[in-house]
C-alpha cells in the first residue's frame, strides 16, 4: 500500500512540475511575441479612415515623411467603401487594412473605389496623402 501510494505522490510531482515547467516556456513564448508584434508596430505612423455616405469623415490631409511604414485602416460608418490608389499600390477595405513605405514624395489623391451614390456626391470621396522629406 506504501509502495502504491509512494508511486501516486511520485507522478503526481513528476506531472506538475512537468506544467509548471511547460507554463513557464509558454508565458516566456507569449512575452516574446509580444516584443516581437510591439517592435513590429514601431515606427509605423497608422491612420484610420471612417467613411459615411458620400464623405469621409476623416482628415481630408494624411502627411507622411518619406520612408516611414504607413498603415491605413477603413471603417465603414454607413453604406459600402473602399479606398484605392494605383501608384502607391493601395486597395483598402474595411477588413484588409493597407500597408506601404512611402518611398516618393509627392500628393497622392486616395478615392473611393466603391460607387455610393450620386456621381457629383461620390466624386468628392477623396482624401490627399502627402509625402514629405
Not at 505522490?9 to 513564448?29: F, I, P, V, W, Y
Not at 469623415?57 to 507622411?64: G, L, N
Not at 499600390?89 to 516618393?104: H, R
Request: proline share 1%; with cysteine.
Amino acid at each position: 500500500m506504501r509502495i502504491v501510494g509512494l508511486l501516486l505522490l511520485t507522478g503526481s510531482l513528476t506531472m506538475g512540475l512537468a506544467a509548471c515547467g511547460g507554463g513557464d516556456e509558454q508565458s516566456a513564448k507569449q512575452e516574446k511575441a509580444v516584443e516581437t508584434s510591439t517592435e513590429a508596430k514601431a515606427g509605423v505612423e497608422e491612420f484610420t479612415i471612417t467613411a459615411k455616405n458620400w464623405n469621409f469623415s476623416s482628415d481630408k490631409e494624411i502627411v507622411v515623411k518619406k520612408g516611414e511604414k504607413v498603415k491605413l485602416n477603413l471603417v465603414n460608418k454607413e453604406g459600402l467603401h473602399t479606398i484605392n490608389n494605383d501608384e502607391l499600390g493601395i486597395d483598402l477595405t474595411a477588413d484588409k487594412p493597407a500597408e506601404f513605405t512611402a518611398d516618393k514624395t509627392g500628393e497622392y489623391v486616395l478615392k473611393c473605389s466603391t460607387v455610393c451614390g450620386a456621381t457629383q456626391d461620390h466624386e468628392g470621396m477623396e482624401i490627399s496623402l502627402k509625402v514629405v522629406n
